[in-house]
Structure formats: structure tokens, C-alpha cells
């Protein structure tokens, strides 16, 4: 690697580009995986800096002053409504793309999770193989990889619905031990004037519902979505599935599907 | 070439970071518990005032908590990033206050020569813990303290080559070297 390209990563790793410079870096790392390993490896080499330096403790009490502080600023960042499924996604985009470089070599899918296809009406279910021994962090970044993986190559999906055998337009990703999936749709119109779109986990073999969320379609009619919702009591994994309901906007989450079916179907 | 492999570690602070930009608070204080010893330590360094050092990690850790929703993993590793985020923050607080701790001491003597000991031979006969520390001390002093200068202060290159006597070319190689000079020694034993 030429000198120059080595003092630009220096100057990256050791915050010392304008942000322009930055952005310019950046594309090239991004396209150019020598130079990617080169700027871990500093990373790693400064980190260890760091580690390195005599180490004092952080005073007792500055943790919850932190807290403190962050808290009067949560309101500005609603883990509700649309704004949860919104924040969600840009974690699930960030973790997926973090998830797809690093975790790939060593698993193909995490143990239990399941996926449904959701077409304009029927549902398609399919569980995953299993591979034993992730830790909760790890079942997470597989789940959001998956997510993204199905979201980038739709024929990836386990399972073909629709015309000519094509994916359908929508899919639930779910892991039932951490009650957290992500849900990706395409080519849902957007909701008309005072309707929403809800999501619902609901157990196929007793018909009890759950509310998982509402998605917030906006005229680009497609997203991919985090979502975490338990089951309904007492339904196990294997009778779970999803379906989208048009809803009346306004008021309280519904504790009950009142509107048409939209995408999947309440029984698989 | 496929990216190399990250440690476990890493890939469970990446998730405790996308965890706290979700609005989970027990991960965030996972990532405390993680990170705010090294962070002060370092905010101790740089501001050389613990009272103000604790001042400076409290507003680090607020902007981890805002901003982890925005990390990229894919741009840089999750400590790399909050000691990015400390070091700016440490480094506002410097152009403040309009003055800087002391500056790193440098030693008298020119950069080693080429057949100074290799850091592989530095680092016989210690133990495997000793080994980097070892390795570290194989980068040149002026390196080192080029490089301590760009790390810890807030200072321009153009100024370091001043606090140096050296021109801003050669600041840049020392800082480039030690750094290449770290991470050589990090590879050779990392397992």
C-alpha cells in the first residue's frame, strides 16, 4: 500500500480529517478491503493505547448522573408508536450490515427463529435451522443479518408464494425467545387518510392476537422494520404466525384486529 | 480479500451499542460498566484535572447514549468509536479553557537507529502479558511521542512540528510510523 493512502488511514483512525476528508476516506475503505484491515488494525493498535494508559476508576456516582442527564432527553427519542419502528430500523440497517460481514463465517441461523411470508392473503411459514449456543447479543445480530439478508435477495426467503412462484410482498422475521423480529414490506400502498397498518403476532391454533406495532408506510410503500412483541400467553413457537391489518388512525393501539387483512392471514 | 474476522467481544459491544440506541438502558450500562474506566483514565490524560476529566465522560457517555443509534459498525470498532467521541469532547473542552496539560516530554535523542533491537527480541524472555507493553517500547521515542501528541492534545500537526522543531513532514512520518509500529507489534501477537 502506498505511503500516502497509509498516512490518510493514520489521519482517520487518529481523528485528524475534516469531514470532508472523512467522507472521502470512507468510500475508499468501503471499496477497498486492504484498506479496511489496515484501519482496524490501527484501531485495534490505538484502543490498545488507551488500555494502556494508568487506569483510574470512574468516580461512584457518575453513572447515575449520566442517567439522570439522558433521561430528560428521552422524550425527544419515543420507543413508541412510529418512532420506535423508525429508530428500530436504522439499528436493525447499522447492526445487519455489522452482522453480515462478521457473523456469516460462523453460523447460518440461529436456533428457533421463524419466518413468515406474507402475501396479499395467505401466510407462509417456515422455521429455520437451528444452531445452538448463541448468546442473546448474537441471536440478535443474527436475526437483524437474516432480516437484512431476506430484505437485499427476496428469493433467499425459504419459500416462494404469489404469481410465477415470486416472493410475496411482505415477510416476518421472529426469534419467540427474545420476542423480537423485523418485518419487511413491499409495495403496500399507503395508507389512506385516517388508516393505519398493524402488525399481529397471533397464535393460528387458538386465534389469540397480539398488537405488534404500526407500521409507518409512507409513500415509498416499503421498509424493512424492527419489532418486539411476545407471543400471546401460553402459544408455543410452533403455531406463531403474523398478518397486517388496515386500522382506524387515532386513539389507543387496538387491542383487537377490527380492520380488513391486508397482507398474511390470521391461520396458516 | 474478506474482512477479517472481529472478536467476540467486539461484536457483543457493537450489539450493546445498537441495544442502547434502541433505548435500552441495561445495555447502556453494560457499556459503562465496559467502557468508563479506560474513557475516564483517558479524559485523566488528556485534561490532567480529574474533576474536570468526570466532567467530560459524563458528556461522553451522553453523546454514546444519543448518538448510538447512528453507529455505523461498519465504519469503525464500538470502542473506537467512544474514544473518538471522548477525545473530541476532552479536546472542546481544552480550545476552552485556551490551554493545554503539559506537553508529552520527548527524549533528547534522534529517532533510533534502523538496527536499534527488533521488537520481537525486545519482547523475549517476558511473560505473554509483558509482551506488548514490550513490543510498544520498540517504537522509536520520537514516534511515540509524535504520536502521544496527536492522541492526547489537541494540537495541529503544524503545531506539533513547532512544539518539535521538526518540519510538518517529518511529524507526519513519525506519527505514521509509530502507529504502523503499534499495529505491527499488535499483529505479531494478537492470537
Redesign the interface.
Known amino acids: 500500500m502506498n ?1 500516502q493512502l ?2 490518510l488511514a ?1 489521519l482517520y ?4 480529517l475534516d469531514p470532508v476528508e472523512r467522507a472521502k476516506i ?1 468510500a475508499v ?2 471499496q477497498d ?2 484498506l ?3 484501519v ?20 461512584a456516582g ?2 447515575p ?3 439522570g ?2 433521561g430528560n ?2 422524550a425527544a ?1 419515543p ?1 413508541g408508536g412510529a418512532a420506535r419502528w423508525a ?2 430500523a ?2 436493525a440497517f ?2 445487519s ?3 453480515v ?3 456469516r ?2 453460523a447460518s441461523v440461529s436456533p428457533g427463529f421463524m419466518v413468515v411470508g406474507l402475501d396479499a392473503h395467505q401466510a407462509l411459514r417456515s422455521e429455520l435451522p437451528q444452531v445452538a449456543g448463541l ?1 442473546r ?2 441471536r ?2 443474527e436475526l ?1 443479518s437474516l432480516a437484512e439478508r431476506y430484505w437485499q435477495a427476496p428469493d433467499a426467503l425459504p419459500f416462494k408464494s404469489g404469481p410465477q412462484a415470486r416472493p410475496g410482498p411482505g415477510y416476518a422475521l421472529y426469534d419467540p425467545s427474545s420476542s423480537q423480529g423485523f418485518i419487511g414490506v413491499r409495495h403496500l400502498p399507503e395508507a389512506q387518510g385516517a388508516k393505519r397498518y398493524h402488525l399481529w403476532i397471533v397464535d393460528s391454533r387458538t386465534g389469540k392476537v397480539q398488537e405488534a406495532g404500526m407500521i409507518p408506510v409512507g409513500k415509498s410503500a416499503e421498509g424493512l422494520y ?1 419489532f418486539s412483541v411476545p407471543p400471546p400467553p401460553g402459544s408455543p413457537a410452533s403455531t406463531l404466525g403474523f398478518f397486517v391489518t388496515e386500522e382506524d388512525a387515532g386513539g389507543a393501539a387496538p387491542s383487537s384486529p377490527r380492520g380488513r387483512i391486508v397482507l398474511g392471514n390470521d391461520t396458516l | ?6 472478536p467476540d467481544s ?3 459491544e ?3 451499542v ?2 442502547t ?3 435500552d ?1 441495561a445495555a ?2 453494560e457499556l ?1 460498566g465496559r467502557y ?7 479524559a ?2 488528556m485534561l490532567g484535572d ?1 474533576g474536570e ?2 466532567e467530560a ?2 458528556d461522553a ?2 453523546k454514546i ?2 448518538s448510538a ?9 464500538p ?2 468509536w467512544a ?2 467521541l471522548t ?2 469532547t476532552c479536546i472542546d473542552r481544552l480550545r476552552r479553557r485556551g490551554r493545554r496539560p503539559a506537553p508529552v516530554a520527548l527524549p533528547s535523542e534522534e529517532v533510533l537507529p534502523s538496527d536499534a533491537p527488533d521488537a520481537r527480541v525486545l519482547a523475549e524472555g517476558r511473560e505473554d502479558g509483558e509482551r ?2 514490550a513490543l ?1 517500547s520498540g517504537v522509536s521515542p520520537n514516534q511515540r511521542g509524535a ?1 502521544e501528541l ?2 492526547y492534545t489537541d494540537m495541529t ?1 503544524a503545531e506539533i512540528a513547532r512544539q518539535l522543531g521538526q518540519p510538518v513532514g517529518t511529524v ?1 512520518s513519525w ?2 510510523r509509530g ?2 509500529g ?2 505491527t ?3 505479531q501477537y ?1 492470537p
Open positions: 505511503p497509509e498516512d493514520c483512525v487518529l481523528d485528524r470512507e475503505i468501503s478491503p486492504a479496511a484491515e489496515l482496524g488494525r490501527l484501531e485495534e493498535a490505538v484502543e490498545r493505547e488507551v488500555l494502556e494508559l494508568p487506569r483510574f476508576e470512574a468516580p457518575l453513572l448522573r449520566i442517567e442527564e439522558v432527553r428521552v427519542f420507543w429508530a428500530a436504522l439499528v447499522s447492526v450490515l455489522f452482522a460481514r462478521s457473523l463465517q460462523s448468546s447479543d448474537a440478535f445480530i437483524a424492527f | 480479500m474478506p474482512p477479517p474476522a472481529r467486539v461484536i457483543e457493537a450489539c450493546l445498537a441495544r440506541g434502541a433505548g438502558r447502556f450500562r459503562y468508563s474506566a479506560p474513557l475516564f483514565s483517558l485523566v490524560r480529574a476529566a468526570e465522560v459524563q457517555f451522553v447514549w444519543r443509534s447512528s453507529f455505523d459498525p461498519s465504519r469503525s470498532r470502542f473506537t474514544v473518538t477525545r473530541r506488548v507493553t510498544l504520536l496527536a492522541l500537526q507526519k506519527i505514521r502507529l504502523m503499534l499495529r507489534a499488535i499483529s494478537s
